[in-house]
């Protein structure tokens, strides 16, 4: 049976938990994505967009430099860094983007950690004529300058968020808060897979077309499916959208990179579904990391797009189900992985990305030469160069 | 009939305050809490902290932050209402996410609340559609799980809340988050006209309601009227108990001015 089910869930986790005034909202949402995506008229608008404005698809490159290094299992990099805005989540903006369009709601908001849903929301906005404005922590905005620069170049009003944590859980708390003010007249562009039913189901949707074309392209260059899929997950958008045309393929061993931080033992990193437990936030249902009195706990990583408590619903049913294994990756291993693929293949990794790079290298050493890995390379890191920079000691 | 149900009483407008617990203090929200139950409060609405309060405007995500750094939890809420019950005569009713209330544990939360005495709650995050396990609960403990209505419920939502909440229906009376204004909205009336047909519970109005006049308006049409914000601001003023208490009985006597 397709997940979720009727109520939006996935095993025990998803659902709609929201204030009552986004109740009407969500129904609405849900019956105009029903809708939508009956009509092969909006997926060939969304798949024209993909092509001839957001570049896809992307290359699965070979990593044959880094592959014969490591002298193990050959990395093929799904190069998501390579669509427009430099990030996957140019997909999920473009087909939330045409939704909203088609419902005929003008007013865009939307959250942002790292900055790579922000831009990319701002761009598919300016494309559609529609209005946006993106919430930002504070501390985001401080250590993600250059997104903030290119979403205002791009037209959109970028709102500091100063509660909290000053990260992207506040970020979305408020744009949440915006929504409930101004729900008849605003559309909530969520950036990954989570939030209230229909959002999870919805933006994986969208997402799945970088592991369909991963599969297409495994198979007509390599005449075969990887044995291993490696992402990074925050929420868990590149991950889903990776994973999901090889869940029912058993022998595709799926896993999922979350963020270390400064070491699990610290209490200093962002890994719901390795260190947390189930609850809720932002609508659904899945794995947090919170204190025993159900208060959130403050996260870290030293990717702002990682540094989020909470993780998509479907992910937490694919951890419980066993199909897909989480681990984690440490700042400092992130940063080593994002150095290695600068220099051994010329391509500089988002720090997100490089999370799920440095793992797919520790085991592709470990792993035959005739084995395949697929690393989904979720962004570029351009954004990342001052706190590259800083992690490294250069003042630039 | 329950206990919250009975402190509505006809021509007389109830009037329910909130208070954070926890802020600015625990014991200071506990005096709080006595002296508005002494000035003319029928109901008190006692907030849980949540870190994550996103139905909150600035006000309340304020108090709840402090309160959680003054290190209020869940399990001290529940010993803090036990208190009151010796000291305040009125019903008791909580109000969080739910989230807190989950790692608790449903149950152990709902026998908690029946033995400080507590007799009911509402979950601002938590629809009739995810409630059912808790309304079981509540049930079983004799306590009235209290659901609320927005100005965008439509016809079907308000018969499906109508259906399961208990004591009576907590009305939003605009779209967005907690916390005074300047004005309310002017469809008002006719929300609470919309729902008063697809029930026999009482309707309470909240969200907004900074003072006597706005109070006023509401009760010509509602049944209660529920003032958390503005409550949670005068404790942030000097003198706050007195203030408080001249505002509690500013707002009785307005309710009771349009009695009949």
């Keep these: 049976m397709p997940l979720p089910d009727k109520k939006g869930r996935f095993g025990d986790y998803g659902g709609k938990f929201v204030p009552e005034v986004l109740m009407p909202a969500l129904q609405e949402l849900e019956t105009a994505y029903a809708r939508a995506s009956a009509e092969p008229a909006f997926w060939s608008r969304f798949h024209a967009l993909c092509k001839d404005y957001a570049g896809r698809p992307t290359p699965l490159y070979h990593a044959h430099h880094l592959s014969q290094q490591l002298g193990g299992a050959q990395i093929l990099v799904k190069r998501e860094d390579l669509a427009h805005t430099g990030a996957h989540k140019i997909n999920n903006a473009l087909g939330q983007a045409l939704l909203a369009y088609a419902m005929g709601k003008r007013r865009i908001i939307a959250e942002t950690g790292a900055g790579q849903h922000g831009v990319a929301a701002a761009t598919a906005c300016a494309m559609l004529g529609l209005e946006c404005i993106v919430y930002m922590g504070e501390e985001d905005i401080q250590r993600q300058s250059l997104n903030v620069f290119r979403m205002k170049l791009l037209g959109a009003e970028v709102r500091p968020v100063a509660s909290g944590s000053r990260t992207l859980k506040d970020a979305i708390n408020e744009a949440m808060r915006d929504w409930v003010s101004n729900v008849q007249t605003t559309y909530y562009l969520i950036g990954s897979v989570v939030g209230p039913h229909p959002y999870p189901m919805m933006v994986r949707d969208f997402q799945a077309i970088i592991g369909k074309e991963a599969r297409e392209q495994v198979m007509a260059a390599w005449g075969r499916l990887p044995d291993y899929i490696v992402a990074c997950v925050g929420g868990g958008s590149n991950a889903i959208g990776i994973f999901y045309p090889f869940l029912q393929d058993e022998a595709v061993k799926l896993i999922g990179v979350e963020a270390a931080g400064r070491g699990l033992e610290t209490g200093e990193h962002s890994a719901s579904l390795m260190a947390g437990a189930p609850g809720v936030l932002h609508g659904s249902r899945s794995y947090l990391l919170q204190d025993e009195a159900g208060q959130v706990r403050p996260t870290h990583s030293i990717s702002a797009g990682l540094d989020y408590p909470g993780v998509g619903p479907e992910h937490a049913y694919l951890k419980d189900t066993g199909r897909a294994t989480y681990v984690g990756v440490t700042d400092s291993q992130a940063l080593e992985g994002f150095q290695l693929l600068c220099r051994a293949e010329g391509i500089i990794p988002a720090l997100e990305s490089a999370h799920a790079l440095y793992y797919a290298a520790q085991l592709a050493r470990e792993r035959f030469k005739e084995e395949l890995i697929i690393v989904n390379l979720s962004g570029r890191g351009d954004k990342d160069m001052q706190v590259v920079a800083n992690a490294l000691g250069i003042t630039l | ?260």
């Design chain 2, 1 to 260: 009939m329950s206990r919250i149900s009975s402190a509505f009483k006809k021509g007389r407008p109830a009037f329910i305050g909130y208070l954070t617990l926890g802020y600015p203090t625990l014991e200071m929200s506990l005096e709080a809490a006595a002296v508005l139950a002494e000035s003319g409060c029928d109901i008190l609405e006692l907030g849980i902290p949540f870190s994550d309060p996103l139905a909150d405007g600035t006000t309340i995500q304020r108090a709840s932050q402090a309160a959680l750094e003054g290190g209020i939890t869940p399990r001290r809420c529940l010993e803090a209402a036990a208190l009151l019950r010796g000291r305040a005569n009125i019903p008791l009713l909580f109000m969080s996410y739910y989230n807190p209330i989950l790692a608790l544990g449903q149950k152990a939360f709902c026998a908690a609340c029946r033995e400080a005495g507590v007799n009911g709650f509402l979950m601002v995050d938590l629809p009739p559609e995810e409630g059912e396990n808790l309304e079981a609960e509540a049930k079983n403990n004799g306590l009235d799980m209290v659901y609320l209505l927005a100005p965008t419920s439509t016809r079907e939502r308000v018969r499906l809340v109508a259906q399961h909440s208990r004591g009576f229906i907590y009305l939003v009376s605009l779209t967005g988050v907690t916390g005074p204004r300047e004005a309310l909205p002017p469809e008002l009336e006719q929300f609470v006209a919309r729902v008063r047909p697809e029930t026999s519970l009482p309707l309470c109005v909240g969200f907004g309601i900074a003072g006597p006049e706005q109070a006023k308006r509401v009760a010509r049409v509602a049944d209660g009227v529920v003032v958390g914000s503005r409550l949670v601001q005068l404790l942030e003023e000097p003198q706050p108990l007195e203030k408080l208490k001249s505002f509690a009985l500013g707002l009785r006597k307005a309710l009771d001015s349009i009695r009949g």
